[in-house]
């Protein structure tokens, strides 16, 4: 098993950058393939972005468009969402989820670890 727990989020303003952390602990992190996802109010938890073990490579929600970035640290058991020119409709509550396997996966129902969730607020 592998726990997991957000930190970093607050409330920003539009067009702020924010970087989200997920601390892991339990299970060597490096054996699982790692992602974000975010719910906003009344709407599904939708996919964000997704790393392999290895960190080398990443996945991202189509309406990402080049303003996040995921990375990990395996050394330092932590996921990271760098996310840049934040806007109103990313207000959500972020989570990260953890899955043991060699690549990265982008549905909600491959993952079997999840955070608690850390709620970013973007004010326009």
């Known amino acids: 098993q592998v726990q997991l727990v957000e930190s970093g989020g607050e409330l920003v303003q539009a067009g702020d950058p924010l970087t989200l952390s997920c601390a892991g602990s339990?299970?060597?992190?490096?054996?699982?393939?790692m992602a974000w996802f975010r719910q906003a109010p009344g709407e599904e938890r939708e996919f964000v972005a997704a790393?392999?073990?290895?960190?080398?490579?990443?996945y991202y929600g189509d309406f990402v468009k080049g303003r996040f970035t995921i990375s990990r640290d395996n050394a330092e058991n932590t996921l990271y969402l760098y996310m840049n020119s934040l806007k109103p409709e990313d207000t959500a509550v972020y989570y990260c989820?953890?899955?043991?396997?060699?690549?990265?996966?982008?549905?909600?129902?491959?993952?079997?670890?999840w955070g608690q969730g850390t709620r970013v607020t973007v004010s326009p």
């Open positions: 989820a953890a899955k043991p396997g060699n690549y990265y996966y982008i549905r909600r129902d491959e993952y079997d670890y």
């Open positions: 339990g299970r060597l992190f490096s054996d699982f393939a």
């Open positions: 790393i392999t073990r290895s960190g080398e490579t990443a």
